[in-house]
């Protein structure tokens, strides 16, 4: 592959579909200048993949993306299950199984080198509307949800050279602290 050559939709395609062969992703890998359009075609990849309208402004994990809905960001599901505002933890919207005991750690370590349950706990993050697995996280007993992504999709947008129209600085900011705080006003009423 030359410096030449342009990384074909399709091409992309496989990549995303985990069907691209292992030459073909480090021949990707060692290109010295990537073709300028390849976020947007991965993009458009992506919303071909999915049923539902909303424009995928970036995608946070292999079943997660941040669209646009209307005036709001907020996250999605491939199967459109929606988790609310992008800067509020999407975890916090999520089927959660806390694996805390020796026995549900024997579930899924099979050597003798586990982590001890008193003082780790391995979190299970589900879909709601269709039981994937969204994430696993591994923390000391106790710990708030990890916060794990949260991208500055304004900036993103604007390096690719195609501001977006709704950019506002005050996008970029954590709001879990926000959101749980609510919640914990309206439970105490």
Known sequence: MSEQDFVSKNKLKLLVEG?????????????????????????????????????????ISEHLYVVQKG????????CG??????????KLSSLVYARTTKEAFDEIFTTQN???????????????????????????????????????IDTLYEWEGKPLASANKQWYQDL?????EKWAKESSK
């Open 19 to 59: 069907k691209l062969p292992l030459d073909d992703i480090h021949a990707l890998l060692r290109m010295p200048v990537k073709d300028a359009d390849r976020f947007w075609k991965y993009l458009e990849i992506l919303q071909e993949r999915v049923s539902w309208k909303e424009k995928i402004l970036v995608r």
């Open 71 to 78: 005036d709001e960001r907020i996250v999605k599901c491939d």
């Open 81 to 90: 299950q929606e988790f609310g505002d992008y800067r509020v933890n999407w």
């Open 114 to 152: 586990k982590p001890n349950p008193e003082i780790v706990e391995i979190r299970e993050f589900y879909c709601p509307g269709c039981s994937a697995q969204l994430g696993v996280e591994s923390v000391p007993a106790g710990y708030p949800f990890l916060f794990e992504v949260l991208p500055d």
């Open 176 to 180: 879990t602290a926000t959101q749980t």
